[in-house]
């Protein structure tokens, strides 16, 4: 895992590229560049589908992340160095299984859970 700065961006719920994504991009744009150059059509079409591919997996994530439900439970107040318990509640509110990572960012050090196979509400 990587630690990663709070941004405008995380917190209003858009959807971010992770530097694979960026490296996937990259290389769709320098395969698509090179066969308009030297007009070779097969290695456009991949250009192409590599392009749609990276549309889709952005559409799908979203749709994934939009049945999910997060509530975080106010912790009292606690002295220095006391440990605490801290409560979140994760809900799936579709009827299919999920599977997601959620990260806490509220404090110094994000906290990250795993959740797999994510039960449907009913």
């Known amino acids: ?14 959807l971010q590229f992770t530097s694979e994504g960026w490296l996937w ?16 059509n097969i290695v456009f079409l991949l ?4 392009a749609v591919l990276l549309i889709l997996n952005g559409i799908l994530a979203r749709l994934q992340v939009r049945r999910i439900t997060v509530a975080h439970e ?10 605490i318990t801290l409560n979140l509640l994760v809900t799936n ?3 299919r ?4 990572c959620v990260v806490d960012r509220s404090n110094t050090e994000p906290v990250v859970w795993f959740f797999d196979r994510l039960s449907a509400s009913t």
Request: hydrophobic letters at 45%; proline letters at 8%; zero cysteines.
């Open 1 to 14: 895992m990587r630690r990663t700065k709070t941004t405008a961006a995380q917190t209003s719920g858009r």
């Open 25 to 40: 991009l990259a290389t769709t744009v320098v395969l698509g560049a090179i066969a308009w150059w030297k007009s070779i």
């Open 47 to 50: 250009a192409y589908l590599m």
């Open 74 to 83: 106010p912790t009292p107040p606690v002295f220095v160095g006391e440990p």
């Open 93 to 95: 509110t579709s009827n």
């Open 97 to 100: 299984l999920a599977t997601v």
